[in-house]
């Protein structure tokens, strides 16, 4: 069975911080690379970052410095760290595979940046 909950997302201030965290089946995690994406309204789902099996990161431009991937491969989670948020960074964030095409997409969690 091929599962991904995504959740802690939330209303957050410019400059806010917010940490998101992804559960993942096991018949997912364990064999692929990770990332999360985000959707922002009437825009196209864009690739956030990535985290490999070992632990290798790559970032968006427009996220670098301020957000961070990281992954717990014995509880099967991917999380994401996002810091000085910006109006810009609101959007539905949701987790799935990289590099090796999608299962099917959770829920996703609301990211909203708003003073």
């Known amino acids: 069975q091929v599962w991904l909950v995504e959740s802690g997302g939330g209303l957050v201030q410019p400059g806010g911080s917010l940490r998101l965290s992804c559960a993942a089946s096991r018949s997912i995690f364990s064999i692929y690379a990770m990332g999360w994406y985000r959707q922002a309204p009437g825009k196209q789902r864009e690739l956030v970052a990535r985290i490999t099996n070992d632990g290798n990161t790559n970032y968006a431009d427009s996220v670098k410095g301020r957000f961070t991937i990281s992954r717990d491969n014995a509880k099967r989670s991917v999380s994401l760290q996002l810091n000085s948020l910006r109006p810009e960074d609101t959007g539905v964030y949701y987790c799935?595979?990289?590099?090796?095409?999608?299962?099917?997409w959770g829920q996703g969690t609301q990211v909203t940046v708003s003073s």
């Open positions: 799935n595979t990289y590099g090796s095409g999608f299962v099917p």
